[in-house]
């Protein structure tokens, strides 16, 4: 695709489900970003993939936040048991040359999930 | 760890004037990249301009130009003859030459008056 798309775009649920968040990245990107963007805030820093390495999970609030990115493109952010304060934008950036820190991240439009 | 600080919250301009939101930032680090994007009600984040430490010159696009200070560690972006589609919320971001991630500031929401 063009560009990098998100899905669902929004997701409503109840307290203490799981819920799955997807990512596309744009084709040939080998980085790929999460971030979460809470209501009136900047973005927070979750998890990053770089080609076939370790993802780097410094960001990661808490053991109930998983992601993986299967062959080296779709990336999926696992919520679970989700509580009230998960409510937030969950947006995806990808970027072509992840070793040259001055690539753009390109981000998707993101997700907002709503935890009643 | 490095921050970012946007301290205006808010912003408005008249259309057609210029408008300048402030940045600055805090690191150990001699070699980084800077960011500016803009988030419009869509939630697409859409950069605007990016600045090289390692660069004196001030980077520039069109009407948007930014105002590096390294040593100050201040990274100002100034749009001039501002539009209506520059009504957005903008976001200054740091990239360290180690990690991959941006750290952002908090943001700045501009009104553009017509």
């Known amino acids: 695709g063009a560009g990098v798309s998100q899905s669902p775009s929004n997701k409503v ?12 990245p744009i084709s040939g990107h080998t980085a790929l970003y999460w971030y979460r963007q809470s209501l009136g805030q900047g973005l927070e820093f979750l998890i990053y993939f770089q080609g076939n390495s370790a993802p780097d999970k410094s960001g990661l609030p808490s053991d ?3 992601a993986e990115r299967t ?13 009230q304060e998960d409510s937030a934008v969950y947006l995806c950036a990808s970027s072509l040359v992840p070793a040259l820190y001055q690539e753009t991240q390109y981000f998707g439009p993101g997700t907002r999930l709503l935890v009643l | ?44 984040m859409i950069l605007v301009i990016r600045q090289e430490a390692y660069k004196q010159q001030n980077a520039t696009e069109n009407r948007f130009s930014v105002n590096f200070q390294k040593a100050a560690k201040s990274f100002s972006l100034k749009i001039s003859d ?13 990239r360290s030459s180690v990690s991959g991630q941006l750290t952002f500031g908090s943001g700045t929401q501009l009104t ?3």
């Open chain 1, 71 to 83: 062959g080296g493109s779709v990336s999926t952010l696992t919520i679970q048991r989700t509580q």
């Open chain 1, 13 to 24: 649920t109840e307290k203490g489900k799981d819920v799955e968040l997807r990512c596309d």
């Open chain 2, 1 to 44: 760890a490095q921050t970012v600080t946007q301290s205006q919250p808010e912003m408005s301009v008249q259309e057609a004037e210029t408008v300048t939101l402030s940045c600055t930032y805090d690191t150990s680090e001699s070699d980084y990249y800077l960011f500016w994007y803009k988030q419009p009600p869509s939630r697409q």
């Open chain 2, 112 to 114: 553009v008056l017509p």
């Open chain 2, 82 to 94: 501002s539009q209506l589609g520059d009504a957005a919320m903008y976001f200054c971001a740091y």
């Open chain 1, 64 to 66: 109930r936040f998983s």
